[in-house]
C-alpha cells in the first residue's frame, strides 16, 4: 500500500513560495545553475542551495554538475506534476514575481556559458 506522504514529487514542497519560484523559472528557462538562482531570486547562496536539495530530494527537480557549477532541470514528472507546474507558470507564481525574477537572471553578467549561448 502507498501512502500519500510517500508520493513523488512530493506536494508539500509547493508551500514555500521560494520553491513556487524555482520550479516556475525552470520551467520556463529549462536549466539553471545554483548562481542563477542566487541573481534571479536575490536570495543568498546557502538559502537557494537548501531550496534545491529539498526539491530534488522532494523529487521535483535532478541536477548535474559541470566544473564547479551545479545545474537544475526539472525531473521527469508525471502528468499531474506537470499540471501543477503548468499552473505555477500560469499564475500560480504571480507573474509579476516571475517576470521580475527573469529580469534580474538576464540581467546576471555571470552567467555560465551556456545560459548566455541559449538566450542569444
Known sequence: MRYIWAMK???DLLGDPTRRTMLALLAVEGE???CEFVAALDELQPSVSRHLALLREGGWIASRREG???HYRLARLP???RSLLDALVGGGVPAA???ASRRRLAAFAGRPRRAVERSA
Open 9 to 11: 514529487p512530493d506536494v
Open 32 to 34: 539553471v545553475c545554483v
Open 68 to 70: 564547479t557549477w551545479m
Open 79 to 81: 502528468h499531474w506534476g
Open 97 to 99: 514575481s516571475l517576470r
